[in-house]
């Protein structure tokens, strides 16, 4: 099992940036991509960013977020991030990261790191 940890969440004024970190315990086989996901208040939980882990080949952007997030990764260090740039009010949300062997099949799943935007 792969033990996942976000950071890097916090309050933001509306432009604002965050760099989000995923931090992943290991690397297996079976994990071969990582994304992000956010869950907005009231809301269900929507895919934001993914990739595959092991060329940085990115594979999904929601399209509220694309052009404004980057999602990027280091096996060096086992961690993937997610760079938000020109926050808006409506990006205020639990992202979490999750892990698996593809695109839609998500196995390992952080605690989530919060993300508030305010005007």
């Not at 996901?37 to 694309?66: H, M, N």
């Amino acid at each position: 099992q792969v033990r996942l940890v976000e950071s890097g969440g916090g309050s933001v004024q509306v432009g604002g940036s965050l760099r989000l970190s995923c931090v992943a315990s290991t690397y297996t086989d079976s994990i071969n991509v990582i994304s992000w996901f956010r869950q907005p208040p009231g809301k269900e939980r929507e895919a934001v960013a993914g990739l595959y882990r092991e060329t940085g080949t990115i594979y999904y952007y929601a399209d509220s977020v694309r052009g404004r997030f980057m999602v990027s990764r280091d096996n060096a260090v086992r961690t993937t991030y997610l760079q938000m740039n020109s926050l808006k009010l409506e990006d205020t949300a639990m992202y979490y990261c999750a892990a698996g062997p593809y695109p839609g099949k998500m196995t390992s799943w952080g605690q989530g790191t919060q993300v508030t935007v305010s005007s």
